[in-house]
T-cell receptor, first 114, second 115 residues
Framework: AQKVTQAQTEISVVEKEDVTLDCVYE???????LFWYKQPPSGELVFLIR??????QNEISGRYSWNFQKSTSSFNFTITASQVVDSAVYFC???????????FGQGTTLQVKP | DGGITQSPKYLFRKEGQNVTLSCEQN?????MYWYRQDPGQGLRLIYY???????QKGDIAEGYSVSREKKESFPLTVTSAQKNPTAFYLC??????????????FGPGTRLTVL
């Protein structure tokens, strides 16, 4: 199976620290899409970003940034100056084929302490 | 407001009973999905539908059934054949361009507990 791996199960940081969440994926497709979602304690998954395999430019949105490296099949997510509200489970996912099915990683639980 | 609603938020079921989880969207999306989440794990696809009156099995469809009679609705039935149904169930929808590029948007989820 073409997996998505998030090796970090849990990360704990103190507020204002920077933190990077790792994501490594497997694929045989030449064109594919990658996603990050946030799941706060309420349970709903919140969409953060979508990136296609042709665009390797890093992206920044406020305190969030993403580093996509096709050569290492990685799509890492960095939160700068973390805040308590960033505490959540973060999922990386890859779209599979033309069906739109998402293959999710196991998730990384981020705890930001005051 | 546009969005995806799931009901109920919490559901308790006795062993041997079938239960139906509701998922409704008013985003005018063609595709809808059902995922299951177990503690400490990622989401796994149960069923998906890209168009009304058509649906396909996902990776863990055994013990579940769905229908797609209306574009905005995609109910999931957890049958008594599902051996371990206690989990958090999430519904999602997307535009379904057919290219596999669409972003899925999720509902708030239903937490099912078998007593």
């Amino acid at each position: 199976a073409q997996k998505v791996t998030q090796a970090q199960t849990e990360i704990s940081v103190v507020e204002k620290e920077d933190v990077t969440l790792d994501c490594v994926y497997e694929t045989r497709d030449t064109t594919y899409y990658l996603f990050w979602y946030k799941q706060p304690p309420s349970g709903e998954l919140v969409f953060l970003i979508r990136r296609n395999s042709f665009d390797e430019q890093n992206e920044i949105s406020g305190r969030y940034s993403w580093n996509f490296q096709k050569s290492t099949s990685s799509f890492n997510f960095t939160i700068t100056a973390s805040q308590v509200v960033d505490s959540a489970v973060y999922f990386c996912a890859r779209a599979s084929g033309n069906t739109g099915k998402l293959i999710f990683g196991q998730g990384t639980t981020l705890q930001v302490k005051p | 407001d546009g969005g995806i609603t799931q009901s109920p938020k919490y559901l308790f079921r006795k062993e041997g009973q079938n239960v139906t989880l509701s998922c409704e969207q008013n985003l005018n999306h063609d595709a809808m999905y059902w995922y299951r989440q177990d503690p400490g794990q990622g989401l796994r696809l149960i069923y998906y539908s890209q168009i009304v009156n058509d649906f396909q099995k996902g990776d863990i469809a055994e013990g579940y059934s769905v229908s797609r009679e209306k574009k905005e609705s995609f109910p999931l039935t957890v049958t008594s054949a599902q051996k371990n149904p206690t989990a958090f169930y999430l519904c999602a929808s997307s535009i379904a361009s057919g290219t596999g590029t669409d972003t899925q948007y999720f509902g708030p989820g239903t937490r099912l507990t078998v007593l």
